[in-house]
């Protein structure tokens, strides 16, 4: 078993998969505008599972989307050879960071706002 698509809910699908595309440097594996259905994919990893960027239309999703993000939580996380370098690189950007990168007993991390409602931590794998 592996895991074959997973979803992050998002103020606005359409917004979202122009950041996680074109900032983000995933790309498309399904874009359906009329139904509001984006699901990206990392580059380089056509076997690798696909992320629905979702859409936070009912109450449930949004209170989860926005206590997430109150208390400081990230959504999801993503996984990059090196945290410093795609920090500077999304910094150059002008994705907002709300915490630099910073190194524990579970390795670099740092975290970034989305712009579409959550905070996305970037660990270095």
Sequence with gaps: ???KMCS?????PSAAFTFYTEMLGFVEL????????????????PNGPGLLLEPSDTKVAKT?????????????????????????RLRALGVRFTSAPTTDFS??????????????????D
């Design 64 to 88: 989860y989307q926005s206590g997430l993000h109150r208390l400081g939580i990230p959504a999801i996380v993503f996984g990059t050879p090196d945290v410093q370098a795609e920090y500077d």
């Design 30 to 45: 399904m874009r359906v505008p009329e139904h509001a259905l984006y699901i990206v994919q990392a580059q380089g990893d």
């Design 8 to 12: 992050v809910h998002v103020d606005d």
């Design 107 to 124: 390795g670099t991390t740092a975290v970034f706002d989305d712009g579409c409602g959550n905070l996305i931590q970037l660990h270095e």
């Design 1 to 3: 078993m592996r895991i």
